[in-house]
């Protein structure tokens, strides 16, 4: 039988806070880097089947989940009218960091006076070719083996025509024509659970980031800026909010015979993500609570839409509600995640609710 559920990917603290939470017998703990509160595999199974809602330690391979759903909603919120895409790209950098484990190495970037704002803007203004980034402020070392995801909070990066994402390190051209490397392996998502990977050369290391220098130009603009570039639809994926860095210089550590290796190479250093295809969302989910209480509370200042949909995208209650206090009664709805949107045409916010 083909498996449904792909594997966990998940940072060494929240697998901990997990597996302590079951140890204790106890049916929630919170996210560390988003404050969500998430069942654990013990409420799963104290509930008996799979509700049908994605739920990240689901124990039942997701046997409930429609087969529409394992696109994420976001996606399925703000691309399905792709003809107005062209409309929509706008142009800026990733800016938040997901998750991260620095790798053994340079450490340069790190500490918490530089890091993450040094990876959130745009690339150094004052690297060339021969120039490398080396401010702290700028750059932020992700070391041997390290690893790091980055995205938006309130957009997705979407396949536009030619390269939708930029990734800025602080390679540097020396000697007679030489490159100082030190590669990443690029991976991108839509959900931060499933992944696909840029596919690349071991030998050439094409298709990794950290080869080409920042040219100091428009980085928005691929003929000029430098860095490398990278189109989703090479991956077959139409949009995606979240972009996953590994080092992977120890390839070339392993390999004297690389026509990049070099003795002193310490891990591929992160300057900036950009990107020119996004395309905005009106909510931001990373930051939104999760509703639990059977009445949902809503300030609303102006006249707003209000909508409660399922997790296959169908509204199960729509009404018009005019300024003022709003009392939403979810008592009735079943088990399961359900998304209350109050839209007032100028507006529109998005929550997350579950009902247990």
Not at 64 to 81: F, G, H, I, K, N
Not at 202 to 220: E, F, M, R
């Amino acid at each position: 039988m083909k498996t449904r559920k792909p594997p966990l990917d998940l940072d060494e603290q929240t697998l901990r806070l997990h597996e302590e939470a079951c140890a204790r017998d106890e049916d929630i703990y919170v996210d560390p880097a988003t404050g969500y509160r998430v069942l654990t595999e013990v409420a799963h199974r104290r509930r008996g089947d799979c509700c049908g809602s994605r739920c990240r330690h689901c124990p039942f391979d997701w046997s409930a989940v429609p087969d529409a759903l394992l696109s994420w909603l976001v996606v399925l919120v703000t691309v399905a009218a792709s003809s107005t895409l062209s409309a929509q790209w706008q142009r800026m950098p990733l800016d938040t960091v997901k998750t991260y484990a620095f790798g053994g190495g340079q450490r340069n970037g790190q500490g918490a006076s530089f890091f993450p704002a040094n990876v959130l803007g745009g690339p150094s203004a004052l690297a060339r070719d021969t120039v490398p980034a080396t401010d702290p402020r700028e750059i932020c070392s992700i070391g041997l083996g390290g690893s790091i995801t980055l995205g938006l909070r309130r957009a997705v990066i979407a396949d536009g025509p030619g390269a939708d994402f930029t990734v800025f390190e602080n390679a540097f051209r020396f000697g007679r024509g030489r490159t100082y490397v030190e590669p990443a392996r690029v991976e991108v998502s839509r959900d931060g659970i499933e992944w696909k990977a840029f596919p690349f050369d071991s030998t050439s290391c094409v298709g990794l980031a950290g080869l080409t220098p920042t040219s100091g130009y428009d980085p928005y603009d691929p003929d000029v800026a430098g860095g490398d570039h990278f189109d989703l639809a090479d991956v077959g994926i139409d949009s995606v909010r979240w972009v996953r860095l590994t080092d992977v210089t120890g390839m070339l550590l392993a390999n004297p015979a690389s026509p990049f290796f070099d003795p002193t190479l310490t891990g591929f250093d992160l300057d900036a993500v950009l990107t020119r295809h996004a395309v905005a969302v009106a909510w931001d989910l990373a930051a939104r609570p999760v509703l639990t209480s059977a009445t949902v509370e809503l300030a609303m200042p102006r006249s707003s839409t209000v909508q409660v949909m399922d997790v296959t995208g169908r509204v199960v209650e729509s009404t018009q509600q005019q300024p003022g206090i709003m009392q939403l009664d979810m008592s009735w709805l079943p088990r399961g995640w359900y998304y209350v949107i109050v839209d007032d045409g100028s507006e529109r916010i998005l929550l997350r609710y579950l009902r247990s």
